[in-house]
């Protein structure tokens, strides 16, 4: 009598292909479902996975969770300038959403254990373990577990038939999703290395980017973006459609050593070319919008936010009491950016918004609606405290 079925988090990669025979032979499982999650990976990587999931395992469900992905993730990302160490998050913000989507094909097939094919190493094994956990459910995880190495791996998978697609000489660890590819591994984890053009795949060099600039206009309604260049576009469209403006540009990539949750310090790279574009609109709409009081403390919040998203905490009482504070910030964090792109580089060059706290007849030099006169008072107190301090 095995232990039942098992359902697990498939990325269609080695790790967690060799997971499948290893649920079986080493934890005694009986069946072995699959759960690939679209968040946006290239079409090619969806398929293989699809593919490879219904070869390999007893079931296999791919599901399309784009949509879900921008307006329940994404887009509290952009309300909340969400960046970690300086990066747009990416990975940190779907893993959340693909554990969900695991734990909930666990209760339709009635299963009490769920397994993702995370090292021990990273922080996807902390983000996959808490959802799992919060569900109530056993994980399991056998990379982490068996403390297998990349060799041993290689080995197995061809004593399976399973096919190995890592090359020996470009050995990057890739995840992608719509708001952000990440890459890292082989070389690139000597920080001193200097990153091959070859593992960018969204974003042009800069000396290759085109000589003339564009400018973009992205409207936006209570902080979130909903049209490009005046067009009405979902969410996803939007940030696809900007993800190739922006990448030919060379807008948004990002070269980080970042501390991960356990402490230890990782070489990163980064290509984020929408989220760049858009966090830079939205940043600045919030100079427009917000008052100076709900601005400098909203960086705050924003920085609190971004460390729990990036911790995958996302069921932390404090998160959802951070993102009520973001949300109700954003009633007024509507309007226009119009933003010029050229060679690597986001700049705003105009913004405006119906509810926007600026008054050009207020501030003009040229307008006499305030009586000067009246700060003349105002001045007699300034620094009132500072100008009677004798201290040496
Ligand atoms: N360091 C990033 C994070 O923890 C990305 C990790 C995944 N990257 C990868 N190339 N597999 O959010």
Redesign the pocket.
């Given at each position: 009598m095995g232990k039942g079925t098992i359902v697990m988090a498939y990325s269609g990669g080695l790790d967690t292909s060799i997971c499948i025979p290893l649920l079986k032979e080493r934890y005694g499982f009986d069946r072995v479902i699959t759960v690939a999650v679209n968040v946006g990976q290239r079409d090619e990587e969806i398929a293989m996975a699809t593919e490879k999931g219904k070869k390999l395992a007893d079931k296999h469900y791919t599901i399309d969770a784009r949509e879900q992905f921008v307006n329940e993730y994404v887009f509290p990302a952009i309300r909340a300038n969400g960046s970690?160490e300086g990066y747009p998050?990416?990975?940190?913000l779907a893993?959340p959403l693909i554990a969900e989507e695991v734990v909930r094909v666990a209760m339709e097939e009635g299963s009490h254990s769920v397994a993702h094919g995370c090292t021990g190493k990273?922080?996807?094994q902390l983000?996959f373990d808490f959802i799992f956990r919060m569900a109530g459910l056993e994980v399991i995880a056998p990379i982490r577990e068996l403390n297998l190495t990349r060799d041993w791996e290689i080995t197995y998978a061809q004593e399976h038939n399973i096919p190995v697609t890592v090359a020996k000489e470009k050995p990057?660890?890739?995840?992608e999703n719509i708001w952000s590819r990440?890459?890292?591994?082989g070389k690139l984890e000597d920080p001193a290395y200097h990153p091959p053009e070859e593992i960018y795949g969204w974003t042009a060099a800069q000396e290759k980017a085109p000589d003339t600039p564009e400018i973009i206009s992205l409207q936006f309604l209570k902080g979130v973006p909903v049209a490009l260049n005046g067009q009405a576009m979902s969410g996803l469209d939007l940030i696809r459609t900007l993800n190739v403006i922006a990448g030919k540009h060379g807008i948004g990539r990002s070269n980080?050593i970042?501390d991960?949750?356990l402490g230890l310090k990782?070489r990163?790279i980064?290509e984020h070319p929408a989220a760049t574009v858009l966090l830079t609109a939205h940043a600045d709409l919030e100079l427009l919008t917000l008052t100076r009081q709900e601005l400098s403390f909203k960086r705050m919040v924003d920085d609190r936010w971004s460390e729990l998203a990036?911790m995958g905490l996302v069921h932390e009482p404090l998160f959802l009491d951070l993102n009520a504070f973001i949300t109700r910030s954003q009633e007024n964090v509507s309007g226009r950016v119009d933003v010029k792109l050229y060679k690597g580089s986001c700049r705003v060059l105009g913004r405006s918004a119906p509810e926007g706290l600026y008054s050009e007849e207020l501030v003009s030099f040229d307008s006499g609606a305030l009586d000067q006169c009246h700060a003349i008072g105002v001045s007699a107190y300034y620094g009132i405290q500072a100008r009677m301090n004798k201290k040496k």
């Open positions: 970690y998050m990416g990975t940190a893993r990273g922080n996807d983000r990057w660890s890739i995840d990440s890459i890292e591994g980080m970042e991960r949750i990782a990163e980064y990036y």
